[in-house]
C-alpha cells in the first residue's frame, strides 16, 4: 500500500511562491501518472497538474504559467513549484495518481493559505 506525504504548505502573501513536496512509499509509484490537486473549503478537490513518469506535463488552466510540476522517481517525490500565487489558490493540497479513479489512500494534504 503506497503511503503519501505532503509537505511544504504555508502561509504566503499575494505574488509570493511556495514548493510542495510530496513522498510516497512503494516502488509501483515511479512508474504511474502522479497528479497534484487541491480543495478549497466548501468546493470540490481538482486536479492542479499532472507528471508522467517520463516527465511529461499537464496543467489546469488556472495555474498555467504560475505553477511547475516536477518529480525525481529515485526518491519516490513529486514537487509542485507555485509561483505567483493569488488567494484564490488557498485551499489544501494534495498528490494522488492522475487520473483516477483507483487512487491511492490520500494523505493528510498541506494547507496553502494565500492571504495579505
Known amino acids: 500500500q503506497v503511503q503519501l506525504v505532503e509537505s511544504g504548505g504555508g502561509l504566503v502573501q499575494p505574488g509570493g511562491s511556495l514548493r510542495l513536496s510530496c513522498a510516497a512509499s512503494?516502488?509501483?509509484?515511479?512508474?504511474?501518472?502522479m497528479g497534484w490537486y487541491r480543495q478549497a473549503p466548501g468546493k470540490e478537490r481538482d486536479l492542479v497538474a499532472s507528471?508522467?513518469?517520463?516527465?511529461?506535463?499537464n496543467y489546469a488552466d488556472f495555474v498555467k504559467g504560475r505553477f511547475i510540476i516536477s518529480r525525481d522517481n529515485l526518491k519516490n517525490t513529486v514537487y509542485l513549484q507555485m509561483n505567483n500565487l493569488e488567494p484564490e489558490d488557498t485551499a489544501v493540497y494534495y498528490c494522488?495518481?492522475?487520473?483516477?479513479?483507483?487512487?491511492?489512500?490520500w494523505g493528510q494534504g498541506t494547507q496553502v493559505t494565500v492571504s495579505s
Open positions: 512503494g516502488t509501483m509509484f515511479r512508474w504511474n501518472t
Open positions: 507528471i508522467t513518469y517520463m516527465g511529461a506535463t
Open positions: 494522488n495518481l492522475s487520473p483516477g479513479p483507483n487512487y491511492y489512500s
